[in-house]
Structure formats: structure tokens, C-alpha cells
């Protein structure tokens, strides 16, 4: 009997032997697995219901924590990220979490001195966290210095990334070549590594060149191999099998409610793929099962708007084509449509090459996919034939001043020069360990924070997050009322939304009912297209309904809410933020005014009112899709007005600042 047939008459269930070198999975859904379909927006309430299911699974490790889900949680889901940890442990006892930790970027997007890394860490460990992934947005190791120190001393594990990148189609070329990744696997080891993973943040791996790789490294080491890989462009499961075939230890996948698209391969056909083979992983096809009901029936349809389904293909070739992880395209086409630019994407993908290159061909991943992003927005926007790089983020300099470490190739002297001039730390870039010319800064933020704090975790929140960790702490001890697109929506909300769509497409909702109430701050519209008729429907919840901010509806449908109440730019999908109110007329007589170039929030000023001031000198710090721009004063002249204060979001050409 072939192997084929004796697989097929065997019952699994009973039958099915021990693989001799089962493959390890770690499940991503409740961290990548949103961040990548859901821009991050999973709360604490919709894990739990599946949380003791799939501790029975047998995974590796579930990865729970870090990435965006820091920054999103206290943001945009008033939710304590390190609640979120010590609830979760209540309910998986067995599994151990694992959480990315962007090295010294810690859950934030610029390096952070050696003593809040260290505290962050050690908090972290104390809260639960049993994993730390930990990855350089450049791979330049010495930013791993003092977060490992502080994981072996937790006792933890301690996994070592290697970004996965390319300059050309395959791997290869120049920079990125096998090389490359094998020297960076012995760098790990050196340094003490408990497994390594090769973690291809954008789905670039093609499968023979994760064989490749696989085969390379295994070759040097028996340090347990990792792959993780976005489906993308779709090769990742591809990819993964290959792996698998050339030993990979360890690979990462969804649930399949959490899968496909920007996310990850999905479990459970990888589990049947398996089935039998010397790799079998054992987990019982029937448990996940259950696990996928209760997530299709209970939490999916609370985030099923936030899907982005403004296409039908699930795979897109244009990371293929510009490398661009995807979360980073949709911040681009996002950051374009808000300045009204949508038509210069062409110009865009065309920059973005160049200005990675000129920034040292670093690999695109946070913080670095937004550094070089945003960087090509600028250019393509404000540039004019005579300059380029007339608005160049704080982050671009801080990159050309080597505080994010070393770049994998010089970064391009003219550019560095014009990035570092007047730049406030010297205009001579530094080639040590960024962090040893960073200021300790945890007893500044413990300082500065005061009383708000209640405890160590609130100080570490504030100090990576001050303003807006300012305002959630601000929320949860109750010193302001948290908005209301904070607050979770339940079931019965999305019941009262289906229902009204559903009477729309009926042509229920078309005629106006005499003594209509006005249109609230909160109405909503939706396209709705019915046998080739198309309505425009507003929606308007009313009672106790409260509105997510991302559940308005996407840009493309016409925002109802005022334009000047423009979403926090950091939202990755923008969306109009009702609780913002939207910014009096300024009135600008007698002066110049300074206008925001590009929706945002104020992240502070830098003058006082009264203040005289030359043309050029920074007036006030905008912080746009992370990024921060510092903004200059349009004319000599004394400070008539500041409009904003720090926290404030504002529209496109919101007077800022007056200058007379
Ligand atoms: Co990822």
C-alpha cells in the first residue's frame, strides 16, 4: 500500500502516529493577526472568549502583546496594555506568550535611553510575558544591547530577528544577499540568542529562497529557526512548506477567521497538509474548529467594517513590485487622499526607491517603513525642481545623525548634510551605539507625570507615549471622561447597523419622515448599491450606541462630520473622529499665519506668545503618521497667537500659529 492511501484509510484521530520532528506553530491572532487586518483595533474582551481554547491547541507560544497593540490600545480602545497581559495569563496557563519588541524602539518608534528600556522590559516580564521577539528596523545588533541584558536577567527567552529585505525581485544583489542573512544568524548566536527568526514583515520570502535560507542557517546552528512571513503577496504559505521541508523549527499562522490578506497562512490547511508526515504538528483539526466558530459567530462581525474590502483579490502583487509592506502602501494612499494627493501615488512609488536608497537602503519596517514613507510623501509633495527634501521629518534626521544605528549602506552625503543642518545635537553624525548619547529619561517622566501615575507600569506607559499615554491615564483614573469612540461596540450595536443598512437597500430609509431629528457629529454614511442602484445613506446612531472611531466609514464614502475634525493622523485608517471639535476660524488679521501643511496632531510649541521670531525658526512641532515635522515661522515678527495646544488634532491648513 502506498503512504498515500494508508494516510487517507487512516483515522487520525486513533491512528495517527508522532511525527519524529513535529514543526512548532505560534498563533499570531491576537497580535499580528489584527494589527494586520484590523489596524490593531482587537480588545482584551473579544480574545477571551476563545482565550482557554486555544491554550488546548499545543502551540508554541501565542503572541499577545507589542508590536502597535501598545500604542493602539491606550490610543484608540482606552485599554491598559499591561491589564491586557495580566488578564489573558488568567486564562492561558500553559501556552507561553511571546510579544515583538521593537529592540530599543521598545512598542514605540524611536530609540528610547538604556534606563526606560530596561524598566520596560523588566515590567514586562513581570506582567507575563514569557517571549521576547525582538528586532532592529536596521538589524544593527548594538540596539539589542541592553534589552537583552535585561531578558536574560528576567530569565525569559530571548529571540533574535533578522529583517527580512530586498533590493531586487529575489534574493540577491548587493546588499541582501545569503550572506547577508547567515552572517546576521551567527551575530544572533554571539549574542546569545535562544532561537532565531527570520522575520519577513512585508511577505517578500519567496519559498526556495526560505529554503535557502532555512537550509543556511541550520547549517551553522542548532539554535531553533523561526520563520514568520506575511500572506501579502500571497507566497507565504508556499513559503512556510518549503521552509518546513528544509528544517525550520518554529513557523507563525493565524486562525483562519485572522488569516490571508495582509495577515498570516492560516493553521488549520497546514495542519492537513502535515497530517502523517515525519513534521506533523498533532494539533486536532476538531478544537480549532471550535475556536473558528466562536470567532465568526461572536467576534468577527464587531470588525468585519474594518476589513479592508475595496478590492476583491485577498493578495496584492504590488508589494512584489515596490516592497512596500502593506500596512505601510495603505498609510501612504491613507496620508495621500487626506492633503487631497491621491493622484500623485504614481510619483510615490517611483520616489520611494530613491529616498531609500539616499537613507541607506535600510529594510522597511516600523519605524523605518514609516521614516522613508512619509520622507517620499514630503518630497513628492513640497519639493519644488530647484530642492529636494524641502521638509524633511525630525525622524529623517535623527536617522542621518545615526540614532537609529547603522544604516546597511552610507547614507547619501548630500542629503545628510542638508538633514543635519542646524540639527540640535551637532550637525556631525555619530558611529557609536545610539542610546550612549540619549539622556536617561525615567526619572524625567516620573517627574513629569506626577501624581497622574499610580504605579511603575503608568510611569513606563508615559514615558514612551507622553501625550498620548498623558491623555489615557488622564481617562483611567478618571480625570476626563473618555470619548466615546473609545468605548467598545457590542453585538447589538452591529445588529441596530446591519438592520439599518438592510432597511436602506430595502428603499425603507429613502423618504425623509416629517420632524426628522438633526443630523448628529456621529452620522455615518454608507454607499449603498442595490441591482445597480446606488443610494447614499446616512446613518445615525442614537441612545446608547457608541460609535469606534475606525467604524466610520472609510474616506472613499463622503465624511458627513466637519472636515476640520480630522481623525489623529496615526489612525491607519482615517476616519472622521467625532468627540474633535473642530477648530474656530482664527482670525488672522494683522499677521501671517502658520498653517498645517498636513492633517495631524500638535505635539507641542516650541514659542510663547510674544516671542520674536526670524523666518525659519521652528514654531511648532505637527506630529503626522507618526512623524514628526517641525514647523517654521513664514516671516520675521512677533508671536500674535498659538491656536493649538499639545494633543490637539487638526486639519489640513488649521492656522497653527499667527505671526505679526
Ligand atoms: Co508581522
Redesign the pocket.
Known amino acids: 500500500m502506498s503512504d498515500q492511501v494508508k494516510m487517507t484509510a487512516m483515522n487520525y484521530a486513533i491512528d495517527r502516529p508522532k511525527a519524529e520532528n513535529p514543526v512548532k506553530v505560534m498563533d499570531?491572532t491576537f497580535r499580528?493577526g489584527h494589527?494586520?487586518l484590523f489596524a490593531t483595533r482587537g480588545r482584551t474582551e473579544d480574545m477571551i472568549p476563545v482565550a482557554e481554547m486555544m491554550d488546548e491547541i499545543g502551540f508554541w507560544a501565542l503572541e499577545t502583546w507589542g508590536?502597535a497593540t501598545f500604542d493602539t490600545m491606550h490610543r484608540f480602545l482606552n485599554e491598559d496594555p499591561w491589564e491586557r497581559l495580566r488578564t489573558l495569563k488568567r486564562y492561558v496557563k500553559k501556552t507561553p506568550f511571546s510579544m515583538?519588541l521593537r529592540a530599543q524602539n521598545l512598542v514605540g518608534y524611536r530609540n528610547y535611553a538604556d534606563d526606560l528600556s530596561t524598566a520596560f522590559v523588566e515590567r514586562a516580564a513581570e506582567n507575563g510575558m514569557d517571549i521576547f521577539r525582538t528586532f532592529d528596523a536596521l538589524n544593527d545588533y548594538r540596539n539589542f544591547e541592553t534589552v537583552v541584558k535585561q531578558i536574560k536577567k528576567s530569565g525569559k527567552h530571548f529571540q533574535g530577528c533578522i529583517c527580512y529585505t530586498l533590493t531586487e525581485p529575489r534574493l540577491g544583489g548587493e546588499v541582501y544577499n545569503l550572506d547577508y542573512y547567515v552572517n546576521k544568524a551567527k551575530d544572533l548566536i554571539a549574542m546569545g540568542t535562544d532561537s532565531i527568526c527570520i522575520?519577513?514583515?512585508a511577505g517578500l520570502i519567496a519559498p526556495y529562497d526560505a529554503y535557502a535560507i532555512v537550509k543556511a542557517i541550520k547549517a551553522v546552528t542548532d539554535i531553533p529557526v523561526h520563520l514568520?512571513?506575511?500572506f501579502t503577496s500571497g507566497m507565504a504559505s508556499m513559503s512556510l512548506l518549503k521552509a518546513i521541508e528544509a528544517g525550520v523549527d518554529i513557523v507563525?499562522t493565524c486562525m483562519t477567521p485572522y488569516a490571508f490578506r495582509t495577515s498570516?497562512p492560516a493553521v488549520e490547511p497546514l495542519v492537513m497538509a502535515l497530517l502523517g508526515t515525519n513534521r506533523d504538528t498533532g494539533f486536532d483539526i476538531k478544537k480549532m474548529a471550535a475556536i473558528n466558530e466562536v470567532l465568526e459567530k461572536e467576534v468577527m462581525p464587531k470588525y468585519k467594517h474594518l476589513l479592508d474590502d475595496s478590492k476583491l483579490s485577498i493578495i496584492d502583487i504590488n508589494v512584489l513590485l515596490h516592497q512596500t509592506p502593506g500596512g505601510m502602501l495603505s498609510n501612504l494612499v491613507n496620508q495621500l487622499r487626506e492633503m487631497d494627493a491621491l493622484d500623485k501615488i504614481d510619483q510615490v512609488y517611483k520616489e520611494l526607491p530613491r529616498v531609500r536608497k539616499e537613507l541607506g537602503q535600510v529594510p522597511l519596517v516600523t519605524p523605518t517603513s514609516q521614516i522613508v514613507g512619509i520622507q517620499t510623501v514630503n518630497n513628492v509633495l513640497f519639493d519644488t525642481p530647484e530642492e529636494r527634501y524641502k521638509m524633511i521629518t525630525a525622524q529623517v534626521k535623527d536617522l542621518c545623525f545615526g540614532l537609529y544605528g547603522k544604516t546597511a549602506v552610507p547614507i547619501d552625503p548630500e542629503v545628510q548634510k542638508k538633514a543635519l543642518k542646524g540639527y540640535s545635537r551637532g550637525e556631525t553624525p555619530i558611529t557609536c551605539r545610539p542610546a550612549e548619547v540619549l539622556e536617561p529619561e525615567l526619572e524625567k517622566a516620573k517627574k513629569e507625570v506626577g501624581d497622574l501615575a499610580k504605579d511603575i507600569d503608568d510611569v513606563v506607559l508615559y514615558g514612551i507615549y507622553p501625550v498620548t499615554g498623558k491623555k489615557f491615564l488622564e481617562w483611567k483614573y478618571a480625570v476626563t471622561p473618555a470619548p466615546a469612540e473609545v468605548k467598545p461596540i457590542t453585538l447589538e450595536d452591529v445588529k441596530k447597523r446591519d438592520d439599518l443598512v438592510a432597511k436602506a437597500k430595502a428603499g425603507k430609509l429613502v423618504e425623509p419622515k416629517a420632524g426628522a431629528p438633526d443630523k448628529s457629529a456621529n452620522v455615518r454614511t454608507f454607499n449603498v448599491f442595490v441591482d445597480g442602484e446606488y443610494f447614499n445613506v446616512d446613518v445615525d446612531p442614537t441612545g446608547d450606541f457608541q460609535p469606534m472611531v475606525a467604524a466610520a466609514p472609510r474616506p472613499a464614502a463622503p465624511a458627513a462630520a466637519p472636515k476640520a475634525a480630522a481623525a489623529p493622523a496615526a489612525a491607519p485608517k482615517a476616519a472622521a473622529a467625532p468627540a474633535a471639535a473642530p477648530k474656530a476660524a482664527v482670525a488672522v488679521e494683522g499677521g501671517t499665519p502658520l498653517v498645517a501643511p498636513m492633517p495631524g496632531m500638535v505635539v507641542k510649541n516650541l514659542v510663547n506668545v510674544g516671542d520674536a521670531v526670524k523666518a525659519g525658526d521652528s514654531i511648532v512641532v505637527l506630529e503626522a503618521m507618526k512623524m514628526e515635522n517641525n514647523l517654521t515661522a513664514p516671516c520675521d515678527g512677533t508671536v500674535k497667537q498659538l491656536c493649538c495646544n499639545s494633543g490637539d488634532s487638526v486639519a489640513k491648513d488649521t492656522v497653527l500659529a499667527v505671526i505679526g
Request: glycine share 8%; hydrophobic share 20%; proline share 0%.
Open positions: 499570531l499580528d494589527q494586520s508590536g515583538l522575520k519577513d514583515m514568520h512571513s506575511h507563525d498570516h
